[in-house]
C-alpha cells in the first residue's frame, strides 16, 4: 500500500519509521504545515525519482489546485488515472484506489476552475 495526503482525507497515519520516512518523501509534513513552495520542491525532486508514484503525483497535483494551477493538476490527474490502479492508504486509514482519488481531484480541480 502506498501513503499519500489529501485535504479530504486527513493526515497520513504514522506509526512506524517507513510511514514517517515516507510523510516526508511524499511532502505530507510541508503540505499539514501549509508550506505548499516546501511541499511542491519535495516533490518535484522525488517526482524525477519517481515520475509515475501516485502519491507524488497526487499530492503535486492537490498543491497545483491549491495554487491555482488548474491545468497543471488536470494533467497530473489524468496521468495517475492512465497508470496502473493501486490501493493506497489515506491518513484516515480508508483505503482508496488511485483512480477514485484522481477522478474526486479532478473534481474538485474543475469545480475551483469554475469559479
Known amino acids: 500500500m502506498r ?3 489529501a485535504l479530504a ?3 497520513v497515519f504514522a506509526t512506524s519509521a517507513l510511514a514517517q520516512s515516507q510523510e516526508q518523501t511524499y511532502g505530507f509534513n510541508a503540505i499539514a504545515r501549509d508550506d505548499l513552495a516546501a511541499a511542491e520542491a519535495r516533490l518535484s525532486a522525488q517526482r524525477a ?3 509515475r508514484e501516485p502519491s507524488v503525483l497526487l499530492n503535486l497535483a492537490y498543491i497545483y489546485a ?3 494551477r488548474v491545468d ?4 497530473l490527474y489524468k496521468q495517475v488515472m492512465a497508470s496502473e490502479n493501486v490501493l493506497m492508504t489515506t491518513g484516515g486509514r ?3 484506489w488511485s483512480h477514485d482519488i484522481a477522478q474526486r481531484g479532478m473534481s474538485r480541480t474543475a469545480a475551483l476552475a469554475s469559479r
Open 3 to 5: 501513503v499519500w495526503f
Open 94 to 96: 480508508q483505503q482508496l
Open 72 to 75: 497543471q493538476a488536470t494533467a
Open 66 to 68: 491549491r495554487t491555482g
Open 49 to 51: 525519482a519517481e515520475p
Open 9 to 11: 482525507a486527513g493526515a
